[in-house]
Nanobody, 124 residues
Framework: QLQACGGGLVQAGGSLRLSCAAS????????RGWFRQAPGKEREFVAA????????YYADSVKGRFTISRDNAENTMYLQMNSLKPEDTAVYYC???????????????????WGQGTLVTVSS
């Protein structure tokens, strides 16, 4: 349903762009988001996007460095990550929700579909 890719190894200060292609029931999603989970830590919210109007939300830790966007024609979501830091190292997951309110976009329990995750490693 969701296929994430684009992770890799990058030096601090570098950039990566993650992609998340959707298929099946995820076509009906009203919002999609990115979460990440670092080793030994809980999964945390990164960014979310309203699919109909493109309104975006970001975690404070990534504001000004990461940009979430969409391509409606390709039904694909992106996460452009700039000025990467070692603390951004994590497995990044994309997710889609069929009905969350955007005020709830930070909660992983509000998402119905999850991609398999893509590893981002930022070296110092």
């Amino acid at each position: 349903q969701l296929q994430a890719c684009g992770g890799g190894l990058v030096q601090a200060g570098g950039s990566l762009r993650l992609s998340c292609a959707a298929s099946g029931r995820t076509f009906s999603s009203v919002a999609r988001g990115w979460f990440r989970q670092a080793p030994g830590k809980e999964r945390e919210f990164v960014a979310a996007l309203s699919w109909s109007d493109g309104i975006t939300y970001y975690a404070d830790s990534v504001k000004g460095r990461f940009t979430i966007s969409r391509d409606n024609a390709e039904n694909t979501m992106y996460l452009q990550m700039n000025s990467l830091k070692p603390e951004d190292t994590a497995v990044y997951y994309c997710a889609a929700s069929l009905g969350l309110r955007l005020s709830e976009c930070w909660s992983d329990r509000k998402y119905d579909f999850w991609g398999q995750g893509t590893l981002v490693t930022v070296s110092s």
